[in-house]
């Protein structure tokens, strides 16, 4: 089974997320989380904190992971690994993937139109919000 993941980036203040806007398929031109795919050997978290410092230039000094939850698509035989983190300072983030941007956390994430996932983003980030104080200790 393939395994990706998705970081979602909580701004310094708490109220905003980095997003990106897909430039390639599947689900081009709509707003994700970043992410990408584990090496074969892969450790996880070693890979979120790689594919993290390769899209947006945010470091493991800058941010703490938390892997959160996994899912299992086996009709794609895929398994999704989310972490979530929020900033210690403020990162000047920057990469060449795709556009990344702050998005406020008062948006509808279920909103297919706008962001990748059928509506999973939504789900993901409600359950995030939900449990903010275990995730980010006294820093939520």
Not at 34 to 46: P, S
Not at 58 to 79: E, G, K, N, Q, W
Request: aromatic share 8%; net charge negative.
């Amino acid at each position: 089974m393939k395994a990706v993941n998705i970081i979602a980036v909580y701004s310094v203040s708490g109220d905003q997320i980095l997003m990106c806007r897909r430039r390639k398929e599947p689900y081009k031109g709509r707003s994700n989380l970043v992410g990408g795919k584990l090496e074969t050997g892969e450790d996880g978290l070693a890979a979120a904190y790689r594919e993290l410092e390769e899209e947006t230039g945010v470091t493991a000094s800058d941010i703490t992971l938390v892997h959160v939850m996994d899912f299992l698509y086996h009709v794609y035989d895929i398994r999704l690994e989310v972490y979530a983190g929020k900033l210690r300072h403020e990162v000047a983030v920057h990469g060449d993937e795709n556009e990344l941007y702050w998005a406020e956390l008062t948006q509808d994430f279920h909103d297919t139109e706008k962001f990748a996932g059928e509506s999973n983003l939504g789900h993901i980030l409600a359950v995030i919000e939900r449990n903010k104080e275990s995730i980010f200790g006294g820093n939520a």
